[in-house]
């Protein structure tokens, strides 16, 4: 993804490109960078011209990567997940089954842990409903039970 910024401009949110994965929305993320980057542009702005430097952003830019990675992974996992509708059924499942799970999930799209760091028996948990329930279905098949 190019660079959101120029000297004079620095492009947040949906503007910049970012997509909230859960919620489709970019202004929640533009919101949350708004601490950050009122603390680190404040002596720019109050010098006379005020006119901000792409490197006096680079600062900014650097940290909101690193803070945007764990939402990114999120991202690419839901949109890879939509291309199975099946196990679309079964994380939904498990998450309805596990509010611990939900609330990680919640923490990693915005950006507070990996989503790939599921605490153990929320993991066993959603192991449980993607295998258990994928064995059950198809014994289920076999016997004609389908559905």
Request: proline share 7%; aromatic share 6%.
């Amino acid at each position: 993804m190019p660079t959101p910024a120029r000297d004079g401009l620095l492009l947040v949110g949906d503007a910049a490109g970012y997509v909230d994965a859960i919620t489709g929305e970019g202004v929640g993320l533009a919101v949350s960078k708004v601490t950050t980057l009122a603390k680190l542009l404040r002596p720019a702005l109050e010098r006379p011209g005020g006119q901000v430097t792409l490197a006096e952003l680079s600062p900014f830019l650097g940290r909101a990567r690193q803070e945007e990675r764990a939402h990114v992974e999120l991202t690419r996992a839901l949109l890879w997940l939509r291309r199975a509708p099946w196990l679309v059924e079964r994380v939904i499942s498990a998450l309805a089954a596990d509010p611990e799970l939900f609330r990680h999930f919640l923490s990693a799209n915005q950006g507070s842990v990996s989503p790939w760091a599921i605490p153990l028996p929320s993991s066993l948990g959603l192991l449980r409903h993607l295998v258990w329930r994928s064995a059950r279905q198809h014994g289920a098949d076999q016997l004609g039970y389908g559905g």
